[in-house]
């Protein structure tokens, strides 16, 4: 069924989008091409079911596929429920977006570990430093007269309704005539939006500002810059570059003065880059005489160890799991998502982003109810949950049980707002937690040294500065060193983009930063598998 034209038209509420399909075209490709929000927390592979859509009028999709009924509840598939990333729309029809791509409410970490003192003299305009995240951004405006960071604003990364991880947008990028620049422009457009209000409410005029300054990870620079990271996405993972030169804002929709250009700070290979760069040379750790243990732990997850003597680096796919995606009550750090548990007075006890109602689990509390379950001896080892039927702890036992396809769960809530932690999830966290142990033993061994040697551990981006360090250390995402030697070192990606801007002489600084870095490739490792293995017990 058509509409007058003969054309398929969906549309997406509550935005009242409407957007032309194609027969057989899948939900989530529609959406996309039109701008409109949907998480793909797992770009699109058919395993996290959360892009869900609910039909609303008409009959607009093929039949439920076989991974609609394994994800789908019953009770979904009753009201209209299907995922964008199966259903294909054969007719015109409304639908109403159940899991919605929305920046408000979600915690996203801005500040910084330390002031920025040195400033390029005699330079007058504004310029603009961004952190692009993986999954989310951040924007500083600074005023080089005035030598001060005058403003900053954040929000969260588009391309996630791309998918949560590099690969799944290296995948996206590539997987259609238009697809790299629709996710570059997606980016580029909600950054120019909001350069725009920095501007607007410091009332700064657009052409007053000459520069922008950029720090992400690899792909995340490529796809900015509107060049393909397919490359990054096979072995050998080269990118197809390191260091870009400057090039005209305007090129890429950035509406800044008509001169204004955009530098982006180097990277170091296919999976570590400019974010890790920038705050390494923000933190000085290339300068430094102790050797320093930097983790950053987010959608990606990187390791630098070193000091003044030379860097070693490696990355780890350690990240989806703790941003929740594959987790099944998972959920980003937003208002509702469970942050911290914690047992008081022998209760389970979960606290929530902004005091509402629990909606899921994001990675700070998920790593707090493994650690805390593990010292109580219902998850062994092994990460085995304790059989409920087996359980003589009141504390847990009636909390213990199973889902309809026989999987062992807890309950971390109440019946009213039920948020359960499960075995597959346990075994999630297990691989995450088991590539970041084999990041760190192998670049100790590199540095030869061993952990307790180590002068710092920092804990870069949000998750590293949000996570209990007991609970981290008790399931393996850090070293169990001394605790004073761990500290959260807050943004230091968009620090070292400040910087950059601020200072000339610091932004080519981070070029010689990047030549100091030595990038270790963990999967090339001939016993890689065998460590992996043996990391993943808690």
């Known amino acids: 069924m058509c509409d007058e034209d003969g054309k398929i038209i969906i549309t997406f509420m509550p935005d009242n989008i409407e957007a032309e399909a194609n027969n057989g075209e899948l939900a989530a490709d529609v959406a996309a091409a039109a701008g409109v929000g949907i998480g793909r927390h797992c ?31 019953a009770e979904e598939i009753d009201n209209g429920v299907r995922l964008s990333c199966c259903a294909k729309i054969v007719k015109s029809g409304a639908v109403h977006v ?27 305009g504004c310029g603009v430093a961004v952190d ?25 990364n588009p391309q996630v309704a791309f998918g949560d991880d590099v690969i799944s947008r290296i995948a996206y990028s590539s997987s259609q005539s238009g697809a790299l620049e629709r996710i570059q422009r997606t980016l580029t457009d909600e950054m120019d939006k909001n350069i725009g209000i920095m501007a607007k409410r410091n009332n700064v005029a657009r052409k007053d500002i000459t520069e922008v300054m950029i720090a992400g990870n690899t792909v995340m620079e490529h796809l900015f810059a509107g060049v393909s990271p397919k490359s990054i996405g096979h072995s050998p993972y080269k990118p197809e570059f390191y260091q ?24 170091v290979a296919g999976y570590v880059g400019a974010d890790i760069v920038a705050g390494v040379a ?49 959920m980003r750090a937003c208002v509702g998502a469970i942050e911290k548990v914690t047992l008081e007075d022998d209760i389970l006890t979960c606290r929530t982003i ?58 971390l809530t109440d019946d009213e707002h039920p948020i359960y932690l499960t075995q597959k999830d346990i075994r999630e966290v297990q691989l995450a937690v088991g590539a970041v142990k084999v990041g760190v033993e192998v670049m100790l061994e590199q540095a030869g040294i061993t952990k307790d040697e180590i002068a710092e551990v920092c804990l870069a981006g949000a998750f590293g500065n ?17 605790r004073t030697k761990i500290h959260g070192v807050k943004n230091t990606s968009g620090l070292g983009a400040c910087l950059s801007l601020a200072d000339a002489v610091f932004y080519e600084r ?20 065998k460590r992996f293995v043996n990391a993943m017990s808690f």
């Not at 981070?510 to 598998?529: C, G, H, I, N, R």
Request: net charge negative.
């Open 43 to 73: 770009g699109g592979a058919g395993v996290c079911g959360k892009c869900r859509v609910r039909v609303m009028r008409g009959t607009p999709f093929a039949p439920l596929t076989r991974t609609e009924e394994n994800l789908l509840t």
């Open 354 to 411: 902004g005091g509402e109602a629990p909606k899921g689990l994001c990675g700070s509390g998920l790593i707090d109810a493994i650690a805390l379950l593990l010292n109580e001896g219902i998850i062994n080892k092994s990460g085995r949950f304790e059989y409920p039927e087996k359980c003589r702890d009141e504390r847990f036992r009636e909390r213990l049980g199973r889902s309809e396809g026989g999987m062992v769960r807890l309950l």
């Open 466 to 482: 949000n996570i209990d360090i007991e609970s981290a250390a008790r399931v393996g995402l850090i070293p169990d060193v001394e």
């Open 244 to 267: 870009s030169p400057p090039f005209s804002a305007s090129d890429i929709g950035i509406h800044i003065s008509e001169t204004g250009i955009v530098k982006m700070i180097p990277n």
């Open 510 to 529: 981070t070029k010689e930063t990047a030549q100091k870095m030595s990038y270790v490739e963990l999967s090339s490792l001939p016993d890689f598998q």
């Open 132 to 156: 692009i995240g993986t999954t989310t951004v951040v924007c500083y405006l600074l005023a080089f007269s005035d030598r001060t960071v005058v403003d900053r604003i954040s929000f969260l």
């Open 282 to 330: 923000a933190l000085d750790i290339d300068r430094q005489e102790g050797i320093k243990l930097l983790v950053d732990i987010g959608t990606n997850n990187e390791i630098v160890i070193g000091g003044s003597k030379g860097m070693f680096c490696c990355a780890t796919a350690a990240g989806p799991a703790l941003e929740g995606a594959r987790i099944q009550y998972g």
């Open 98 to 124: 159940v899991d919605r791509v929305k920046s408000a409410g979600h915690s996203i970490l801005e500040g910084f570990s330390r002031d920025i003192s040195e400033w390029s003299p005699d330079r007058g």
